[in-house]
């Protein structure tokens, strides 16, 4: 090979519990280069990226560096041998100032005394060296914007001697004018030998950026090439292959009345002005790249987001409402966080599970534990979740069964419509399995016990899970829903398409934003 | 019904118990006059407790219950003074007076009356500042507990309230044992009793109703509880509020027990052991955790470890280290106890 190889990774493996996050990723980068590294949302680029950067072991793999064995054992380890990752939520102190944040830990000093005047220097020269001239080096980083922030700390990698860079969705969180700025500053570092490994959704942008790239899907390498020479399609076409189909049981399913109607519904920023219809014994799901707005819309509906406009009708109730009023409306939010929000992890199954309707288990405002508990039985059982008691501590069950107690709570609650925020996130096949049996049989109803069938909502990253349970299918992309079609007239190539934005309008000019369009997308009959 | 938790912590005060009783001369520790003041002694921080239970579950902190104990106090003696008071107001708050002294049977109700009012507005207000303003409860009680002080100090005017009568008020903590009148048939105290009724009503609050469960729920994860349809604002204030109550009982408590005297710099520093037996009790400061059973046990072992302190001889500083001592033991036993059962 006549250009050097800056990075090797081989047949890298990482398990967690008994999941494999990397089944055999190979990752070759070069110096100089720009390599993206695309794949769908648990592909395993962040484990991955964590390898590399010391914040997470492999369980197995070999890592070379510049031709030498190489296994980053901490963060530190990783940023002292040359490595920086810059994560999309930027990681710097806010309090103190740009030059401070660029040299932080490495600051010039006397014994203990900093040299404020070395400080200076250097840090106006780690700017200097990316050209960037209009950040002031006394003020506080809050100050800045992000596209500034950013910069600072693509400054303090470079004070660190930095030689492989890796941007985790730079872009996301600038705009639109800001982005050729970042581009220009990438390929000045990579003409200056600098090797960036680029992670991003947004195709368009890793055809414009990169050289090389790399896809990962399900843990492992699918495939590695020539930018220039491959299609968006064809990147497309690798992340998202071929996958089982015998995971998805689908029963007779006869769409009822209307349950949910919502009409130009938009919230602050996302989603933006999303009209929809779902009726009873159905399934809509809602495909999108992350921060498209997908759990944004649900939290509106919900009563957990602002509303700025728009509609909202379910079943005979017609304006906003509050979450209490939503559970007494007969709908339930399943979120998509559910360390930080779906569960209340120190108390038990049984208090989780009854949380949001702990009338009727005893007289007036009483709740008596042995009603509570045996409230809970019959869905232990049903959905199932493997527990010793229901008063254990929710804390203690693996993540799947956590899932499904989080679930199991819209079944106690006796909800019509089910909003499911990624209701199968991080949990192992054979859980996920269980909840899309469910899923079907609550969408089917039973007549003979008398149970009408539910609506359900659901927000998904997987897109063969949402061909394989969803009726419908809607895709979202910067706030804005898209198209809904039935789930049989999409293929996961045609949903990644719709969901990366419209194709490419021209080389090197951003996508034009759509409100300058006039939007097609609301006929009203 | 006994979680192990609770349990554990059972044991540890028979253990501590166990050590004073052996220890103490002549096995006076464990006499029926000893254990009666032992009650009488831990009933205030235990009725205080209540309340703060309640508010750690939810995951606040109430720092100004010292404050509102003393408020309390000084405006049960300043109610019970008020037929003294010197009648030179306005014609109305002489006609009160007058009236007052004709109905003296009134006056301890009234006094009481008074007291709990002012000390659940005080809660209330608490809650408020938590809640509307969205600042920490941390900053928002040290706060109040200094505006508390001061009002207390205030009302009576920088020095202490003597109401002259001798009313059942301050007689609430007069042990039943040794007093000149014995009323054995009472078997404890009044304010224990007081204690004990309010310990029932809080605990079965806290684990049979759709409240308490709240509660919980809100100090273990407030965003569950919001997405659950909980009122997580509502159920705070409301929590707040119940610390100033109990507060206010506490506060009735340390009247009579200060011998039914206003003093308006009593009960310093009180907050900090009640939050003592709140956390040795089982009260996680990150909310979610805690129960009445196991404050009560904390506030046991609190004044069976300074009372028997005191009766071995053993100087004050030392009786605060062993307390000291067992707040942290307690904690770090959960902690690891925890660790290992996971590690299982």
Known sequence: ?525 | MLDPRTAGRLVALALIFAFFALTVKRGSFYQPRNLESLLRQSAVYATAGLGMTMIIIAGGIDLSIGSVIALTVVVAAWVLNLPQGASTGPATATAIQYWLSDWPVLLPWLAVLAALTVATLAGWLNGLLCVGLRIVPFVVTLGTMMIYRGLAKIIAQERPIYPPADSWLSRLMDPTLTSQTPQRWMLLPPGVWLLLLAAIGAGVMLQYTRLGRHIYAVGSNAETARLCGVRVGQTKMIVYTLGGFFGGLAGLMEFSWIGGTGIPTTAIGYELSIIAAVVIGGGSLSGGEGSILGTLIGALIITTLSMGGQQMGWPRPVQEMAIGAILIAAVALDYWQRHWRLKE
């Open chain 1, 1 to 525: 090979m006549a250009i050097a190889t800056r990075l090797q990774m081989q047949d890298v493996h990482k398990r967690f519990g008994a999941t494999w996050a990397l089944r055999g990723v190979n990752l070759s980068v070069r110096a100089g280069e720009v390599h993206a590294l695309v794949g769908e949302n648990g592909a395993g680029k962040s484990t991955l990226m964590k390898v590399l950067s010391g914040a997470v072991l492999p369980d197995q793999g070999q890592i070379w560096l510049d031709g030498r064995p190489f296994t980053p054992g901490s963060p530190l380890h990783a940023r002292r041998s040359g490595i920086a990752m810059i994560y999309q939520e930027l990681s710097l102190a806010g309090h103190l100032s740009v030059m401070e944040n660029i040299l932080l830990g490495i600051e010039p000093s006397w014994g203990p005394w900093i040299l404020w005047k070395k400080m200076h220097q250097q840090a106006a020269a780690a700017l200097a060296a990316l050209q960037v001239t209009d950040i002031p080096l006394d003020k506080p980083v809050r100050a800045l914007s992000v596209a500034q922030q950013q910069m600072v700390e693509i400054a303090r990698a470079m004070a660190m001697d930095c030689r492989v860079l890796i941007l985790d969705e730079p872009t996301s969180s600038l705009s639109q004018q800001e982005v050729p700025k970042l581009f220009c500053l990438i390929r000045r570092l990579r003409d200056s030998g600098h090797s960036i490994i680029y992670i991003s959704h947004f195709l368009e942008e890793v055809q414009q950026i990169s050289d090389r790239f790399t896809v990962l899907r399900d843990g492992q390498t699918v495939g590695t090439g020539q930018t220039n020479q491959t299609s968006i399609d064809q990147i497309v076409a690798m992340m998202v292959g071929r996958q089982i189909r015998e995971l998805y049981p689908r029963s007779r399913r006869q769409p009822g009345e209307v349950l949910l109607e919502i009409q130009e519904l938009s919230g602050l920023a996302k989603p933006w002005a999303v009209s929809l219809q779902l009726r009873r014994g159905e399934i809509l799901g809602i495909a999108g790249l992350v921060g498209a707005g997908r759990t944004e819309l649900l939290r509106a509906i919900f009563g957990l987001a602002p509303v700025q406009a728009g509609k909202i009708r379910i079943g005979l109730w017609t304006g906003l409402a509050d979450p209490p009023q939503r559970w007494r409306q007969g709908v339930g939010y399943l979120s998509e966080d559910r360390k930080q929000e779906g569960l209340a992890a120190s108390l038990s199954l049984a208090d989780n599970i009854t949380l949001a309707r702990l009338e009727g288990l005893g007289i007036g405002f009483f709740v008596w534990p042995a009603r509570q508990a045996q409230a809970c039985l019959p869905w232990i059982q049903k959905v199932p979740i493997q527990c010793r008691s229901p008063w254990q501590p929710v804390s203690t069950l693996s993540g799947g069964n956590q899932q499904k107690v989080a679930l199991a709570r819209l079944l106690h609650a006796d909800v019509d419509l089910l909003l499911l925020d990624e209701p199968t996130r991080g949990i192992d096949v054979g859980s996920k399995a269980q909840i899309y049996q469910l899923l079907d049989e609550l969408v089917t109803g039973s007549p003979s016990q008398a149970r009408p069938p539910k609506a359900v909502l659901m927000v998904s990253s997987s897109l063969s899970e949402l061909l394989g349970v969803c009726d419908r299918i809607g895709v979202m992309c910067r706030g804005r829903l898209v198209e809904v079609r039935p789930a049989t007239e999409w293929t996961e190539h045609e949903l990644m398409l719709a969901a990366t934005g419209p194709p490419a309008p021209a080389p090197n000019t951003p996508p034009i934003p759509q409100s300058q369009n006039p939007s097609p997308e609301h006929p009203n009959p």
